[in-house]
């Protein structure tokens, strides 16, 4: 269950803990009427009925749910619930191109100080590792002079990278992340700031190397950042990055997979973005982009089992076509 902050009303917030208390013994018909009682004494705290939508969910009354959620959503103008995206897994919404930057933000500044342990202890966490490992398949002991860390968090991927870069440049979403990155002393320069945002405002073609370890799977709509990475990257410059990708078996690398529709991207039940190869193509494609690897990895596990997921590796060599 989701909580953000009090809901200014001492009684309701006794009544949203002893709820959660209820969820947590599995008594979710309990847990919807406290959630409710919590309602009336706060209509507007988004909380509240992000909490009753998911109790209402596992009470498989998904009409209602949806509502909830739509409540939830209502009252959270910043997104940073994620409502959006539950609407979408129910079917009750379009998916959106991203996940809600206020989401993302929460997200990681709620996890910022124990992120990475968590990553490389609990989910075997191996993306930067991964990339670093493709990079040198296709540009051994290549030292690049300018280097930009999409969604760089506590700095996993800049430590991978630093001996190769000689100014290296991080950026996130995430306030406390960046602190993170700055106490390991990493980056010759961070930024707090939205990824396409902070690629249109570089000079056009001073990056050599753009990366992006499991920053994708909070975006769906790829074709801005690929245009973006474009304008920032040098001619011949690397553009590497992981995704998730369906785990249905049928999905080859080169072949579209019809269940991910015209969009080539989904949103799993994991609140995370799936993107299929032939997708990844497209976008390069459309942006200037040469494809210099793709290959089928996995950069963490969950509960136990590797997540499927793609390491991409695109070379800029022409001007980006976007019009």
Not at 23 to 37: H, S
Not at 176 to 188: H, N, T, W
């Amino acid at each position: 269950m989701s909580h953000l902050g009090s809901s200014g009303d001492l009684a309701a917030d006794r009544r949203y803990q002893w709820a959660l208390g209820a969820v947590e013994n599995g008594d979710f018909e309990a847990a919807r009427d406290l959630f409710t009682q919590t309602l009336d004494l706060a209509p507007t705290w988004a909380p509240g009925w992000f909490a009753l939508a998911e109790a209402l969910e596992r009470l498989d009354r998904r009409e209602e749910a949806s509502e909830a959620f739509r409540q939830a959503q209502r009252h959270d103008p910043e997104g940073a619930l994620g409502a959006s995206l539950h609407l979408a897994r129910l079917d009750a919404a379009p998916t959106p191109a991203a996940a809600p930057p206020g989401y993302v933000k929460a997200l990681f500044d709620q996890y910022a100080a124990t992120f990475d342990k968590h990553l490389v202890e609990k989910l075997a966490y191996r993306g930067p590792e991964l990339l670093l490992a493709a990079i040198d398949a296709v540009a051994p002991h290549q030292k690049f002079a300018a280097v930009l860390d999409l969604g760089c968090g506590a700095g996993l991927a800049g430590a991978a990278i630093r001996a190769r870069a000689t100014n290296l440049t991080g950026v996130d979403l995430s306030p406390l992340m960046i602190e993170q990155a700055r106490g390991k002393a990493i980056y010759d320069r961070l930024a707090v700031a939205e990824i396409v945002d902070f690629l249109q405002g570089e000079p056009q073609g001073g990056a050599d190397l753009i990366l992006a370890a499991d920053v994708f799977v909070y975006i769906g709509d790829l074709a801005p950042v690929f245009a973006a990475a474009a304008q920032a990257l040098a001619a011949d410059g690397l553009f590497a990055f992981t995704v998730q990708r369906p785990g249905a078996a049928s999905l080859e690398l080169g072949a579209a997979n019809s269940e991910l529709g015209a969009a080539g991207f989904e949103l799993g039940a994991d609140m995370r973005y799936a993107h299929s190869a032939e997708y990844l193509r497209l976008c390069a494609e459309k942006t200037g982009f040469a494809e210099a690897g793709l290959l089928k990895a996995s950069t963490r596990k969950d509960r136990g089992a590797d997540v499927p997921g793609l390491v991409a590796l695109f070379r800029r060599k022409s001007p980006p076509n976007v019009g």
